[in-house]
């Protein structure tokens, strides 16, 4: 889901100025259907009386359900540099002393910028 043209108009400077430098969505992108502030009123209803939702007109459209193609993982995951140690280590002393030593570690770095489903250009 997407907000509208008419909520991002509808809202503050500061989320204007946020989609108009980072909210171009993509050329593939299919429109599902259209949610107005009537069909969300349950959302809106928890606001406060004076709140920015309850400003809006009941028919104002809000939010769109989009559909897009994105690369599928196959299996393989997303590009990333990851190990995993595990070590155990057992020592007989003697028959009745007996030690046991383990050790785990894992290490993920995900590269930035590996979010393939988003539906804003990325």
Same mark, same amino acid.
């Given at each position: 889901?997407?907000? $509208?043209?008419? %909520? ?16 171009? %969505?993509?050329?593939? %992108? ?20 004076t ?45 009745? $002393?007996?030690?046991s ?8 770095d ?13």
């Amino acid at each position: 889901m997407v907000p $509208t043209p008419q %909520l991002i108009a509808a809202s503050g400077a500061n989320t204007q100025s946020f989609f108009s430098t980072y909210g171009k %969505l993509r050329s593939d %992108l299919s429109s599902l259907g259209t949610f107005t502030k009537g069909q969300l009123s349950s959302v809106c209803n928890g606001a406060s009386a004076t709140g920015p939702c309850n400003a809006l007109a009941a028919g104002t459209p809000m939010f769109n359900e989009v559909t897009y193609q994105t690369p599928a993982d196959a299996g393989g995951g997303l590009p990333q540099n990851t190990y995993d140690i595990v070590g155990n280590v057992d020592y007989n002393l003697s028959e009745k $002393t007996q030690m046991s030593f383990r050790y785990a570690l894992y290490n993920e770095d995900d590269f930035a910028g590996t979010v393939n489903t988003s539906p804003y250009v990325v």
